[in-house]
């Protein structure tokens, strides 16, 4: 059974960084679309941002735009996330996942009008996800 490790997480100050992680230990990333997700208390699960296989294209939720950057190391089976200027608002606990359906990735925008809210059925693999908390 595979599952990622997301790992990296903690207390940050708001307008601090910290590099999430995620590993998929005995997968192979190549040819899947990885997510970040992240999920605050009482708040479903959001995309945070996408990286395509080829890494050619990504996708950032609005509220993270300039601030996150998503990158990924098919030969390592890591995927990170470097988040910068943190906010309060970024408090919540963050995953990652694999498309099994897509190669590339696709905005929730993409599903309106189906009847699904968003892509995360298509994700699988869930890690237990590492938490983060931007406080003073």
């Known amino acids: 059974q595979v599952q990622f490790v997301e790992s990296g997480g903690g207390l940050v100050q708001p307008g601090g960084s910290l590099t999430l992680s995620c590993a998929a230990p005995?997968?192979?990333?190549?040819?899947?679309?990885i997510g970040w997700f992240r999920q605050a208390p009482g708040q479903g699960r959001e995309m945070v941002s996408c990286?395509?296989?080829?890494?050619?294209?990504?996708i950032y939720a609005d509220s993270v735009k300039g601030r996150f950057t998503i990158s990924r190391d098919n030969a390592k089976s890591t995927v990170y996330l470097q988040m910068n200027s943190l906010k309060p608002e970024d408090t919540a606990i963050y995953y990652c996942?694999?498309?099994?359906?897509?190669?590339?990735?696709?905005?929730?925008?993409?599903?309106?009008?189906?009847?699904?809210?968003?892509?995360?059925?298509?994700?699988?693999?869930w890690g237990q996800g590492t938490p983060v908390t931007v406080s003073s």
């Open positions: 990286v395509s296989s080829s890494v050619v294209s990504t």
């Open positions: 996942a694999a498309n099994l359906m897509r190669s590339r990735c696709v905005s929730d925008a993409y599903y309106s009008g189906s009847r699904y809210e968003n892509g995360n059925h298509e994700y699988s693999y």
């Open positions: 005995g997968f192979t990333l190549d040819g899947y679309a």
